[in-house]
Structure formats: C-alpha cells, structure tokens
C-alpha cells in the first residue's frame, strides 16, 4: 500500500516536471490566459507634444488615464512645452480583459483644454507578473502628436 502511495506521489511530480521542461521560464500564473489584471500604471513623461497655444505660449500638459470606470489624472506642469516628465503612480482593477487602458493628454487651458492626444492600450496585452516600460504614440485621429512614457504592471 505504500509503494502504490509513493507511485502516485512519482506520477504526479514527473508530470509537473514534464510541464517545467517544456516551459522553464514561464509561470503557472500565465497559463490563466482569462485572467484579468490589475494594473500599476506610471506615467514617465512625454515627448514631442503637438503645441496646442501657438508660437506664443508653451503646453501646460497633463494626463488622464482610465480603465473603464476608473480615471485618474496627473498634475498639471505649467509651461513644461513639448516634453515634460510627471512619475506619477495610479492603480486600477481591470473588470474585463476587453478593456483598454486609456490615456489621454491634454493642455490645460483657462477657457477650455486642448486635446493633444490619445493612446489606448489592450490590457489583455499586459500579463500578470509582467512589467513593462514603453514608449506609446499619442495621436489625433492619424495624426501623429507626440509620445508618451508608460510603465505598466500586471499583478494578481
């Protein structure tokens, strides 16, 4: 009875090392390709910005980031121009991995603020357990505005 305990015991570690074998790098946690994310999302900074006030007046730029229902925003830097770095960390509970992450610049202004750009990101594109910093471009319909530094961390 206990040589039958000891080869079930056998059976089932050959079976989780066949599985490390064929994968060495990767973590249980990946194979759950429905699991949703929760996000760390810093934005570095950006780059390049579109000038919204003219040849007369710099950006005042910040950010606005949303994952379905839930929105944050960056402080504004006054007369920060065409790059501009904020470091600032949010963190957001994705409720589907159809969502997008999205990022929005703007310029603030005194009357109404200026749309400089937009980026979307898939979030089933991030992965738990995986961090990563990139460069994303921002835009207005095809048009290029600017770019945007992000660091987005998947967590459990």
Same mark, same amino acid.
């Given at each position: 009875?206990?040589? +039958? %305990? *000891? ?5 089932? @570690? ?11 790098? &990767?973590?249980?946690? *990946? ?10 999302? =810093?934005?570095?900074?950006? %780059? ?8 007369? +007046?710099?950006?005042?730029? #910040?950010?606005?980031? !949303?994952? +379905? ?6 402080? $504004?830097? %006054?007369?920060?121009? !065409? ?5 600032? $960390? ?28 937009? &980026? ?5 594109? @991030?992965? @738990?357990?995986? =961090?990563?910093?990139?460069? #994303?471009?921002?835009?207005? +319909? !095809?048009? &290029? ?6 660091? @987005? =961390?998947?967590?459990?």
């Amino acid at each position: 009875m206990t040589t +039958g %305990r *000891y080869r079930h015991a056998l059976v089932a @570690i050959a079976a989780l090392l066949c599985c490390a074998a064929a994968s060495p790098h &990767a973590s249980p946690v *990946y194979f759950h390709a429905k699991a949703v994310p929760n996000l760390r999302v =810093t934005v570095v900074g950006a %780059r390049n910005l579109h000038h919204e006030d003219g040849l007369l +007046g710099k950006n005042d730029p #910040y950010a606005v980031v !949303s994952v +379905g229902a839930q929105r944050h925003r960056t402080k $504004t830097v %006054r007369e920060a121009g !065409s790059d501009v770095t904020w470091n600032e $960390t949010f963190t957001f509970t994705a409720q589907s991995t159809e969502s997008d992450l999205d990022l929005q610049l703007m310029d603030d202004d005194l009357l109404k603020d200026d749309r400089i750009g937009r &980026a979307r990101i898939p979030v089933r594109d @991030i992965l @738990i357990g995986e =961090t990563r910093e990139s460069w #994303y471009q921002v835009g207005e +319909g !095809s048009k &290029a505005r600017g770019e945007v530094l992000l660091k @987005i =961390t998947g967590e459990p």
